[in-house]
């Protein structure tokens, strides 16, 4: 099992990127993937999530309405598009392989959800 996250960079407050997960070594539409964030000194969080097969989703209250997941199961990628990025946005953001729906609870103990994990993309936002 594989995951390799892209598409971070350097971005101004207002901004947008599109980050991408490829996956690979498992069969894709059978499972959830999620996007998650660890700031400096901080606890990693939960962003978003989508869903198996029928592309149910799950935003973190911090991101809904500027950040949208998708996935396109026969390229075995998801996708992050952020926009209207701001400062508290920067962190490493990291996709990973989860259970086959997105529930509050599934992102919030992800811990125990979430079992193969990408290494990683910085997204640093400028004020």
């Known amino acids: 099992v594989q995951l390799q996250a892209s598409g971070g960079g350097l971005v101004q407050a207002g901004g947008s990127l599109r980050l991408s997960c490829a996956a690979s070594?498992?069969?894709?539409?059978?499972?959830?993937i999620g996007w998650f964030r660890q700031a400096p000194g901080k606890e990693r969080e939960g962003v978003s999530c989508i869903s198996s097969r029928d592309a149910g989703t799950y935003y973190a209250d911090s991101v809904k309405g500027r950040f949208s997941i998708s996935r396109d199961n026969a390229k075995n990628t998801a996708y992050l598009q952020m926009n209207s990025l701001k400062p508290e946005d920067t962190a490493v953001y990291y996709c990973?392989?989860?259970?086959?729906?997105?529930?509050?609870?599934?992102?919030?103990?992800?811990?125990?959800?979430?079992?193969?994990w990408g290494q990683g993309t910085l997204v640093t936002v400028s004020s």
């Open positions: 990973a392989r989860g259970p086959f729906q997105c529930t509050v609870v599934t992102v919030r103990g992800f811990r125990k959800t979430f079992d193969s």
């Open positions: 070594g498992f069969t894709f539409d059978e499972y959830a």
